[in-house]
C-alpha cells in the first residue's frame, strides 16, 4: 500500500492564486520529497525535507513537514498556468538495509491563466 | 537533466507474450528502480536495485522479474504479459538510498491486447 497519499485529488485555481497540497504518510520517514510530473512525462523533483526539518523554501516553494502528525504540505506561491501539473510526496521509509522511495497517488494542478 | 533512456518508449504486445522494457543510465548511480503507473493509484514500485545483481521485490512485483548484469541497465520483463499489466512504466535512479533524490526516465506505455 501506498505510504503517502496527498490531498486534494484535484486542484482548480486561477493565476496568481496560492496552491496548497497537502501529503500524509503512514511510518516513521527518512525525508520526504516532492515531484511535478506534467503530462505524458517523468517525474521531476522538487525539494525534498529531511525528518530534522520542519520547513524549506525554494523560489516560490514552500514545504513544512510535521512528524508528530505525519503530514507535509506544498505551497506554490503566485502560481502560474505553466505550474499546471500533477504533484507527488514520496517518502523514504526503511526496508531492509534501504530506503525505499513510496510515492502517494497525487494532486493534479490546474491552474487557469 | 540525468542520462536516462527508457526503450521502447511504446509497447503494443499480446497477452500472453513476454516483454523487455530496458533502462538505461549514464550517471554511475547505484540504485535503480522500476515503477508502474496507473490512474487512481500513482506510481507503484515493481523491483529495486542496489547494485550489480543485487535486487528485491517491490510492492506489485507479481508477474514482473528485473535483472542487472551492469550499472548502468536495468531491464523489466513481463514473463507473460496479461492486460492487467498494460500502463506506463518508469525507470528510476538515485545515488543513494538515503536521501538523494530521484531522476526519472520518460517512460514506456505498454498496451497489452
Known amino acids: 500500500s501506498q505510504q503517502g497519499e496527498e490531498d486534494p485529488q484535484a486542484l482548480s485555481i486561477q493565476e496568481g492564486e496560492n496552491a496548497t497540497m497537502n501529503c500524509s504518510y503512514k511510518?516513521?520517514?527518512?525525508?520526504l520529497q516532492w515531484y511535478r510530473q506534467n503530462s505524458g512525462r517523468g517525474l521531476v523533483h522538487l525539494i525534498l525535507?529531511?525528518?530534522?526539518?520542519r520547513e524549506k523554501h525554494s523560489g516560490r516553494l514552500r514545504v513544512t513537514l510535521d512528524t508528530s502528525k505525519k503530514s507535509s504540505s506544498l505551497l506554490i506561491t503566485a502560481s502560474r498556468a505553466a505550474d499546471t501539473a500533477s504533484y507527488f510526496c514520496?517518502?523514504?521509509?526503511?526496508?531492509?538495509?534501504?530506503?525505499?522511495?513510496?510515492f502517494g497517488r497525487g494532486t493534479s494542478l490546474i491552474v487557469h491563466p | 537533466d540525468a542520462g536516462i533512456t527508457q526503450s521502447p518508449r511504446h509497447k503494443v504486445t499480446e497477452t500472453g507474450t513476454p516483454v523487455t522494457l530496458r533502462c538505461h543510465q549514464t550517471?554511475?548511480?547505484?540504485?535503480m528502480y522500476w515503477y508502474r503507473q496507473d490512474p487512481g493509484h500513482g506510481l507503484r514500485l515493481i523491483h529495486y536495485?542496489?547494485?550489480?545483481?543485487?535486487?528485491d521485490k517491490g510492492e506489485v512485483s507479481d508477474g514482473y522479474s528485473v535483472s542487472r548484469s551492469k550499472t548502468e541497465d536495468f531491464l523489466l520483463t513481463l514473463e507473460s504479459a496479461t492486460s492487467s499489466q498494460t500502463s506506463v512504466y518508469f525507470c528510476?535512479?538515485?545515488?543513494?538510498?538515503?536521501?538523494?533524490?530521484?531522476?526519472f526516465g520518460s517512460g514506456t506505455q505498454l498496451s497489452v491486447l
Open positions: 525535507i529531511r525528518s530534522n526539518e
Open positions: 514520496a517518502t523514504r521509509h526503511a526496508s531492509g538495509g534501504s530506503y525505499i522511495p513510496t
Open positions: 528510476a535512479i538515485s545515488a543513494s538510498s538515503t536521501n538523494e533524490k530521484l531522476f
Open positions: 550517471e554511475n548511480h547505484r540504485y
Open positions: 536495485s542496489y547494485g550489480v545483481k543485487d535486487t
Open positions: 511510518t516513521s520517514i527518512n525525508n
